[in-house]
């Protein structure tokens, strides 16, 4: 594959299996195939926005890019230069240009460390300046993303949620990366926050210029964030598109499903609405064939069993993982 | 009147290290028979608490109702005695949670758990207790329900659970379904499952819904009436199609605007409400969304804002800066 010049992350056919043990000897009977054969890339200064239901595989997918987790399978490139199977201390150096901010601050930040600490943290691993800079940079960035002068002093505990989420945020910006990977980094947070800080991560990211992998499974919130976005089922990507396209012109029938499936804020709307029945399957034992038609029960899916399912650019840009059953 | 539910300057007071705070500071609605109405606001705004008073599912005795009257069939429930109130909980009034994970028992498999539930508010024989089960566990849509009975809740997913929940919450055929954050733990498309389940037995059994939700979206295709709380006190109410087109307080204004629109323009900045609910014990007599948008030094602002009807069923606290009729 070609490769543009300014492609920052490079994901080729990344596969995350967990193993299943069992029996008295704790062998290995199975797999769970949480990611499963994904390729995308994402250029720099760009959002590509992944969604999906819980249990889809997105966060683990965020992880294992990070190498937070070990992919069983696959590349990932950053800069050109494959981290997959770099050793743990090269990768240390390379960490300061891609941070990750999680889901849920209250449990990423450590309860026992001050604020300033906290932010400071991954300066110190970097071995990025001495005490008086750090100290510096850590009132700098507690300013930039709108915490008080005090707050350096302070504990995780002290601080609201969208705080907490702040404070997550200056950590991750500590080490001027070039990628974030934002995984449900608003998820949690009441509507009003919500919108204070998705204002903060588009300001940012004009102002230094990064790219963001941005998990979530808020559809609007992706779509407000987003240049491009991936959806995932069960493991796969099932289509990416521009974020724009994605909404007037699914091809998938898992990615309809979901818009349809949004509760529009308007109650004059009505909509058809495609409920869709049960949940997503296992990863364990996942159905042949395509696994979205399986779920819905669809008439054509036995045709899906036992070929190759291609991912194909139906138009520029737009992939789309065809099948008999879910793509027209 | 067709009211079913109706409170009247609802105080609810918790025991705090700084003494006693009202969570919820003189609130008062009605829920009509067969209707829903949607409570909402962000957290900390007191709609749990709202309902945990209505259900008198207080932590007493640090936290308890201080005045007013919840009146449910035009009987005050705050006068009833507690074997009463126990069979009116479950039984006319029913409850889902938000976590049901939280609110079914870990041990007990689900079967049980139903069966305890009929036989606690029907004079039943277990044989038809087990068949209603059955019946139940059908009617919330869960596949194969004789085998699901001997499950426990944690073989089951978070959408099967909540409709486990639902299950027991209809088992009595309530008049009144509290409904509190039902979908939140849920995605999207088991979200609209669930919604259309509750929407679809409550035309089935006639009944009404209290639905506390912190999402407008939820509100604005299956409520009829919404009532918006902010720091403890309801700061507008009125039918849901006025509400979304005609929002008269600035609070409503900016929750309704910083929403993300699925048709907005991309990596444009939202609109955001700027700072935060106040913690309780901070709660100012005057109007607390001026307090949050730091107007509060304005002398009109020092006194309690009135709530009045300002046109037919549309209620709104009346404050000279957040009112913006």
Request: aromatic share 6%.
């Amino acid at each position: 594959m070609m490769k543009e010049t300014n492609t920052l992350l490079q994901v080729e056919d990344l596969r995350m299996h967990f193993p299943v043990r069992g029996g008295v000897m704790m062998k290995q009977i199975g797999a769970v195939k949480a990611v499963d054969g994904v390729s995308f890339h994402i250029q720099s200064g760009e959002t590509l926005g992944l969604v999906g239901e819980s249990g889809c595989g997105k966060s683990t997918l965020g992880k294992a890019v990070v190498r937070l987790l070990n992919p069983t399978e696959g590349k990932v490139s950053f800069k050109g230069t494959e981290i997959t199977r770099m050793s743990q201390w090269r990768l240390r150096k390379l960490r300061q240009d891609f941070q990750m901010v999680f889901q849920d601050p209250a449990e990423s930040l450590d309860a026992r460390m001050s604020v300033g600490d906290l932010v400071a943290e991954p300066l110190v691993i970097q071995k990025m300046g001495a005490r008086k800079f750090r100290r510096e940079k850590v009132a700098e960035l507690l300013d930039r993303v709108g915490l008080p002068k005090n707050a350096a002093q302070k504990f995780p505990f002290e601080f609201s949620g969208g705080q907490r989420q702040r404070i997550g945020i200056a950590r991750a910006l500590a080490v001027n990366p070039d990628l974030l990977i934002l995984d449900e980094p608003v998820s949690a947070l009441d509507v009003s926050i919500q919108s204070q800080v998705m204002n903060l991560l588009l300001d940012l990211q004009q102002e230094f210029s990064m790219a963001y992998l941005f998990i979530a499974h808020d559809l609007a919130v992706v779509k407000h964030m987003s240049d491009r976005i991936a959806v995932m089922y069960l493991g796969k990507i099932v289509e990416m598109a521009p974020a724009d396209e994605i909404y007037q012109n699914p091809q998938h029938a898992y990615t309809k499903a979901l818009l349809s499936a949004i509760p529009v804020p308007d109650p004059t709307v009505s909509r058809e609405r495609v409920i869709l029945e049960g949940d997503v399957p296992s990863p364990i034992n996942p159905p042949e064939g395509c696994a979205f038609g399986h779920r819905v029960g669809h008439v054509d899916y036995p045709q899906s069993i036992g070929i190759e399912l291609p991912f194909v650019e139906v138009s520029p840009g737009h992939w789309v993982q065809k099948c008999p059953c879910c793509v027209a | 009147m067709s009211n079913l539910l109706e409170i009247r300057d609802l105080v609810t007071s918790f025991d705090t290290d700084t003494g006693w705070v009202r969570a919820v500071d003189g609130v008062s609605f009605s829920v009509d028979r067969g209707k829903t109405v949607g409570l909402v606001g962000e957290s900390g705004c007191g709609k749990t608490v709202t309902a945990m008073s209505i259900i008198d599912l207080l932590p007493k005795p640090s936290g308890d109702i201080l005045e007013g009257k919840v009146l449910f069939k035009n009987r005050d429930l705050r006068q009833i005695s507690p074997r009463e109130m126990r069979r009116v909980r479950g039984g006319e009034i029913g409850v889902i949670f938000q976590e049901p994970m939280a609110a079914l028992n870990p041990v007990h498999r689900i079967g049980k758990q139903l069966i305890e539930i009929l036989k606690l508010h029907q004079e039943i024989s277990k044989k038809d207790a087990l068949k209603k089960a059955v019946e139940l566990l059908d009617a919330v849509g869960i596949p194969a329900p004789e085998k699901r009975l001997s499950n426990y809740p944690h073989q089951l997913s978070g959408g099967m659970r909540q409709r486990v929940m639902i299950a027991i919450a209809l088992a009595c055929e309530p008049d009144l379904l509290i409904a509190d954050e039902p979908t939140t733990a849920l995605d999207v498309t088991v979200q609209a499952q669930i919604l259309d389940l509750i929407a679809s037995m409550q035309k089935k059994l006639g009944m009404a819904v209290l639905m506390i939700t912190h999402d407008l979206g939820v509100i604005a295709q299956n409520c009829d009436e919404v009532v918006v709380m902010y720091a403890g006190r309801i700061v507008e109410r009125a039918p849901v199609k006025e509400l979304f087109a005609r929002p008269l307080h600035a609070y409503t204004k900016g929750l309704l605007a910083s929403i993300p629109q699925i048709d907005s323009v991309r990596k444009t900045q939202l609109n955001t409400i700027p700072g935060q609910v106040a913690a309780i014990q901070d709660f100012v007599t005057g109007c607390r969304f001026c307090q949050r948008m730091e107007r509060i030094d304005s002398s009109l602002s020092r006194q309690r804002p009135e709530y009045r009807e300002v046109s037919p069923d549309h209620w709104v606290e009346t404050c000279p800066q957040c009112y913006q009729g």
